[in-house]
């Protein structure tokens, strides 16, 4: 038996007096928020006492006080997991997103919103959309763009043709792993993946399994499960598809670019107040007239307003008409921002905020 005065004893009795602390102020923590929430009223829905904004803005101080040796990210995740317990205290949200369990956007779920909110895993993006319109999941989220691959088109046609607001971004480093039942390279003759994936790792695949048969399928998680039917069969999909599915890991990080990464979005049904670091994403339609993009853009320089980004899509009004979405540094609360939108509204043929949500946090 150790001697209880040895220096690993005595390093553990001081973790022991920190964690005492560290619970006690939790508890504190917990209960400060449940008389926020009393302000806010007694017996509303989950949805009613959820603030982005400040949670954001919470986050960043956590982020500026950051010294190490935890990095940003790791701090941002066990602080948010805090925020998540205390929010779930009155009832938990309810968050949509493309199932089944095990998905990247399930990954996304948890890092925006924690563990103690209810994961609602739905069949399609369009589901998810469908699902947040009629009140049945208080939020969704939704994968949108891909470093490597670029937009997800369906995501953004879903705005469309449909009245949801964007309340926040997520950002996700995505590491896609080879999985089977027998976890041995050699066994492989097919591979299921969700065809982003699939084109994720081409190189990867094209070296080491330059033979192997290539089956798109509606997710990563969903080529897991069918991995589990067969000891020739592998799946591409990320390290909680191969756990949830009892997998074994053939290889990791077999993706072509280290900085694979996949924005979500997560979707509502109103607007919230800025955080102090937002963007603004803004669906305008044109017609078909000389100048009529310059006429879109010109008015974010004479404002002084950052473009993020635009994307066009066939307008769905019309042949030929173009609907481009556009982020811009700002909430829409802000002066310039609203002086663009007025003189963008003068020349477009219709001009929608999309929402004002705070900047991905690490
Ligand atoms: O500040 C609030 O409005 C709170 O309800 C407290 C709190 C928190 O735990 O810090 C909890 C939930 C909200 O989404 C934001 C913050």
Redesign the pocket.
Same mark, same amino acid.
């Given at each position: 038996m150790n001697d209880p005065k040895t220096p690993l004893s005595e390093m553990r009795e001081r973790i022991d007096s920190i964690d005492r602390q560290i619970q006690q102020l939790i508890s504190e923590?917990a209960n400060h928020?449940r008389t #926020?929430?009393k302000v806010?009223g007694e017996g509303l829905s989950a949805i009613d006492?959820?603030?982005?904004e400040?949670?954001a803005h #919470?986050l960043r101080m956590v982020v500026d006080r950051n010294q190490g040796p935890l990095s940003d990210a790791e701090m941002v995740r066990l602080f948010r997991e805090i925020?998540s317990s205390?929010?779930a205290q009155e009832d938990p949200l309810k968050i949509g997103f493309l199932g089944p369990e095990g998905t990247f956007s399930e990954q996304a779920v948890r890092k925006h919103f924690g563990h103690a909110a209810y994961g609602l895993p739905l069949g399609s993006i369009e589901e998810v959309f469908q699902e947040v319109a009629a009140g049945h999941a208080d939020f969704g989220v939704v994968p949108v763009e891909n470093s490597g691959q670029g937009m997800i088109q369906v995501t953004l046609d879903m705005f469309l043709t449909s009245d949801a607001t964007i309340c926040g971004e997520i950002e996700l480093r995505v590491h896609q792993c080879l999985h089977s039942r027998s976890g041995r390279l050699e066994d492989v003759r097919r591979i299921y993946a969700h065809a982003q994936s699939l084109q994720q790792c081409k190189t990867w695949l094209r070296i080491n399994l330059p033979e192997v048969e290539c089956i798109a399928v509606s997710s990563n998680a969903e080529a897991a499960r069918l991995a589990l039917h067969a000891d020739d069969v592998a799946a591409i999909a990320g390290e909680s598809a191969g756990k949830v599915y009892r997998l074994k890991t053939v290889a990791q990080g077999i993706e072509d670019r280290a900085d694979n990464t996949t924005r979500f979005l997560v979707i509502g049904r109103t607007l919230f107040p800025p955080s102090g670091n937002d963007r603004t994403s803004l669906l305008v339609t044109v017609n078909d007239k000389p100048g009529a993009l310059y006429d879109v853009l010109s008015p974010f320089a004479k404002h002084g307003i950052s473009l993020n980004r635009i994307e066009s899509r066939p307008a769905h009004t019309g042949k030929w008409q173009y609907a481009f979405f556009i982020d811009v540094s700002g909430h829409i609360d802000d002066d310039a921002l609203q002086a663009a939108v007025h003189d963008i509204g003068e020349s477009a043929a219709s001009i929608r905020v999309l929402g004002s949500y705070p900047v991905a946090l690490p």
């Open positions: 923590r928020a #926020v929430a806010k006492y959820y603030r982005p400040r949670e #919470v925020m205390c929010l």
